[in-house]
């Protein structure tokens, strides 16, 4: 009976094992919420800095590229008194209270020598167009094209340049739909071409409200610079991003009011990058000696 009750003695009540109080629990609790919510923000900033520099540099990828197109292109340019050239400052796409982009064409010798085909036109301009977005939503997109055709097919549609009847060749070959045409850049914002002359001012002048050059009659004001090329076409192209192209191009569309369109195109500046380049035509010093230095014609005896 007493080893009963001393064993009985032994198993009493076990000492309390150690614990967590309710207070602790929730202390860890607010503790582990707060880092899971730095940890989380942390990463939204990360993916929000990565996705903005693989956007920019998507960006400028596209814009460095078709820069280098254009300016490659504008080096080829020829100029003479049956070769001539156009570009026309501000214009606009019908239909759109719009941007103000620039239109240019030339001739170039960037074809294929080869086959004897080296003389290209070239018409470079900015169209705008109704696109889609992810969720079917409409939106304006403005687009940077590069129009070209072999000097051949120009002459087979009726507009051969070296017909002294076809030297502005660009007034008809707007009308003919033979162009092969490229897109080199979406979402521009603004696309500018100036026209430097030789004596280092610019050769655009006023015709008719409009700020032009055209070769065939040369900078405004300065005699003898005729059939004469731009020493150097400067570039300047802006670009925004396509997730803010997207958004800003919703209220572009026909039927939005004009104060929301201006602050879509605002947007749509802030959210840009900008590039400028300088092309210098590779005949343009010979021609500027031949005509402006010696004053002789070296195309003249090519007319019939």
């Given at each position: ?296 014609n070296s195309t003249s005896y090519y007319e019939d």
């Amino acid at each position: 009976m007493r080893e009963m009750k001393m064993s009985k003695g032994k198993r009493g009540l076990a000492p309390p094992e150690a614990a967590f109080t309710l207070v602790e629990v929730l202390a860890a609790m607010a503790v582990l919420v707060v880092l899971v919510l730095a940890l989380t923000r942390m990463f939204v900033e990360a993916s929000g800095i990565t996705r903005r520099g693989t956007t920019a540099l998507m960006r400028n990828s596209t814009m460095e590229t078709a820069m280098e197109t254009l300016l490659q292109d504008a080096e080829s340019m020829v100029v003479n008194d049956r070769l001539a050239c156009f570009a026309k400052a501000n214009v606009t796409d019908a239909g759109t209270d719009g941007f103000g982009f620039d239109d240019v064409w030339f001739i170039g010798t960037s074809g294929d020598q080869d086959d004897d085909l080296p003389y290209e036109y070239f018409h470079f301009y900015v169209t705008n167009s109704i696109a889609t977005n992810a969720a079917g939503a409409a939106y304006m997109r403005f687009s940077l094209i590069k129009a070209r055709m072999i000097f051949a097919v120009g002459d087979s549609f009726g507009f051969y340049a070296l017909d002294p009847a076809y030297t502005e060749w660009w007034r008809s070959a707007g009308r003919i739909d033979r162009w092969d045409r490229q897109v080199l850049a979406d979402n521009i914002v603004r696309f500018d071409i100036y026209c430097i002359g030789w004596d280092g001012m610019d050769w655009m002048r006023e015709i008719g409200g409009e700020r032009v050059l055209n070769s065939v009659f040369g900078p405004a004001g300065i005699d003898g610079f005729d059939g004469v090329p731009p020493a150097a076409f400067d570039i300047y192209m802006q670009v925004t991003s396509p997730e803010t192209a997207t958004e800003s191009g919703m209220a572009l569309v026909p039927g939005v009011d004009a104060a929301t369109q201006r602050k879509a195109r605002e947007m749509m500046i802030r959210d840009s990058a900008s590039l400028f380049g300088r092309a210098v035509p590779v005949n343009g010093s010979a021609r500027y000696n031949t005509v402006a230095i010696y004053g002789t014609n070296s195309t003249s005896y090519y007319e019939d």
